[in-house]
């Protein structure tokens, strides 16, 4: 487990899959965390249960998926995950979804994302991390923002939420960027 002062990131268990349908199935954080994308909910106990088996045997040396565990009583409150890990570029693609909505603004998510960058610069020897999200999510934009991303650019109107277009904004980190990690002293091709 990496814990923080607020949050863990665990493994995922076969136990946490009644949580997840339940956030999957809630209109308000499938709206924040997927822009109301129909393919991420509402969705089955039997479907959620399919990806779980696959999310189980994840290679962790290209994507896994935690659990994110409120430390001061044990409750998974969302989920956090990377993919796409290249060892030979050294990047990688994370997400975060807070599945609680009464943690929502209390700085779990911000120190989740931050438990994780620091995992994937530290552990993978990772050059890059990259996220994104839809504009309308202004909660996300800023919280990525002051967790040290950059906004590197937009693909305009990608998103289609309640009839409503949005842009997909795209963030990026370098490893000298983050100041969480070592940096490695030798010269090491970065």
Do not use: C, K
Request: cysteine-free; proline content about 4%.
């Amino acid at each position: 487990m990496i814990n923080g002062e607020l949050v863990g990131l665990r493994v995922l268990r076969a136990q946490d899959l009644e949580h997840h349908v339940r956030w999957r199935n809630d209109v308000e954080v499938v709206h924040w965390a997927a822009a109301g994308d129909p393919l991420f909910g509402p969705v089955t106990a039997e479907a959620v249960s399919l990806g779980f088996d696959t999310m189980l045997r994840l290679n962790p040396r290209e994507s896994a998926v935690f659990t994110i565990e409120d430390l001061a009583d044990g409750t998974p409150i969302g989920m956090a995950d990377y993919r796409d890990l290249d060892p030979f570029a050294r990047v990688a693609t994370v997400g975060l979804t807070i599945g609680e909505r009464d943690r929502w603004g209390r700085g779990y998510g911000s120190e989740a994302l931050r438990l994780l960058v620091n995992h994937l610069f530290g552990t993978f020897g990772l050059h890059r991390i990259e996220l994104d999200t839809w504009s309308g999510n202004e909660r996300a934009v800023h919280a990525f923002t002051r967790a040290g991303f950059h906004e590197e650019g937009r693909r305009r109107d990608a998103i289609l939420v309640a009839g409503t277009r949005y842009d997909t904004v795209l963030f990026g980190m370098l490893r000298d960027e983050w100041p969480n990690t070592p940096h490695p002293t030798s010269s090491d091709g970065r």
